[in-house]
């Protein structure tokens, strides 16, 4: 397809499951992002890529989130032993400039997780 | 640090009457740029419009215009001739400057109801 993939869409897990989100970018974009959206809440950031290097994880609530992009293209976001407050939408969401200045993000539909 | 705010939770507006959705902003990032996505239920975030710190002008697409008061750091959207199809969640949210990476800082949202 011509937009932002994200798979699964739905995942219900139990409390200390590790989990894996996959995203699946615009063909060619540079940049990609991840953000944590909890229930009536603004998207919160977690990390961004440039091509594969991940320059800036600084959003990322624990040593439990780890997310990669090996060859420049999809990404994961894996979380360990989930936690019930982990329990959100994770959008993903990408853009062809290195910098995007007036070019905006371009989201997929997210993964909305939920932890019992 | 930089912060988005959005006052209004909700608001209702009248079928092809105007809305006018708040947005106030802090930084001292000399540049930066805010934008205002539409969340409908589905959950994919899309993109209505954006705004340069230095563009002269206010920025319009098509029913949507964002008036930009930057003594007051205030990024207004305005949707002219609502549609009930313009019923959802509302972000605004700054990108900030080139060390920033380009990622964007939310607000809360604001829900839009339009009535028929």
């Known amino acids: 397809g011509a937009g932002v993939s994200q798979s699964p869409r739905y995942k219900v897990a139990k409390r200390g499951q590790d989990v894996a989100l996959r995203c699946d970018p615009i063909s060619g974009h540079v940049s990609l992002f991840w953000y944590q959206q909890a229930l009536g809440q603004g998207p919160e950031f977690l990390t961004y890529?440039?091509?594969?290097?991940?320059?800036?994880k600084s959003g990322l609530p624990s040593d439990r989130f780890f997310a990669e992009r090996p060859e420049g293209s999809v990404s994961t976001l894996k979380i360990q032993r989930t936690q019930q407050e982990d329990s959100a939408v994770y959008l993903c969401a990408s853009t062809y400039t290195r910098l995007p200045r007036s070019g905006e993000l371009f989201f997929g539909e997210g993964s909305r997780l939920t932890v019992l | 640090a930089q912060k988005i705010t959005q006052t209004q939770p909700g608001m209702f507006v009248q079928e092809k009457e105007a809305v006018t959705l708040d947005c106030t902003y802090d930084?001292?990032?000399?540049?930066?740029?805010l934008f205002w996505y539409k969340q409908p239920s589905s959950g994919e975030m899309i993109f209505l419009i954006y705004q340069g710190s230095y563009d002269q002008q206010n920025a319009t697409e098509g029913r949507y215009s964002l008036n930009f008061q930057k003594a007051r750091k205030s990024a207004n959207l305005v949707i002219s001739a609502s549609q009930l199809g313009d019923s959802a969640m509302y972000f605004c949210?700054?990108?900030?400057?080139?060390?920033?990476?380009?990622?964007?800082?939310f607000g809360q949202g604001t829900e839009l109801s339009v009535k028929p």
């Open positions: 930084t001292s990032d000399p540049s930066y740029g």
């Open positions: 890529f440039q091509n594969e290097a991940q320059l800036d």
């Open positions: 949210a700054m990108r900030g400057s080139y060390h920033q990476g380009g990622k964007l800082i």
